[in-house]
């Protein structure tokens, strides 16, 4: 039978990271760089569980790509990074042939 586990309401960065298996120190830069729903409290982390298990319905993998893509956009050494890329798989960007 699956485990049932008992999460309060509001989690300190310790109960937060085990809820979502990930290490203390990862969750507490994503809550820094506003990436993940908390908030700091002097020197402790606090995350309401519902704004976690919101975030976790809402974040589909698309959605970071295309952010991450964006944070792309104005980097001046992205075509020399593709074209090195491709460089190493031994084919062009795109098709010679129409389809």
Do not use: C
């Amino acid at each position: 039978m699956g485990h049932v586990m008992n999460v309060p309401e509001v989690l300190t960065l310790e109960e937060a990271a085990r809820y979502l298996r990930l290490p203390p120190t990862t969750l507490e830069q994503q809550a820094v760089r506003g990436q993940i729903p908390g908030r700091r409290i002097e020197e402790s982390w606090r995350f309401l569980k519902a704004a976690i298990d919101d975030w976790l319905r809402s974040h589909d993998s698309r959605t970071i790509l295309l952010q991450q893509a964006g944070a792309l956009a104005d980097d001046e050494t992205l075509p020399e990074l593709r074209a090195a890329i491709y460089g190493e798989r031994g084919r062009p960007e795109a098709d010679d042939e129409a389809t």
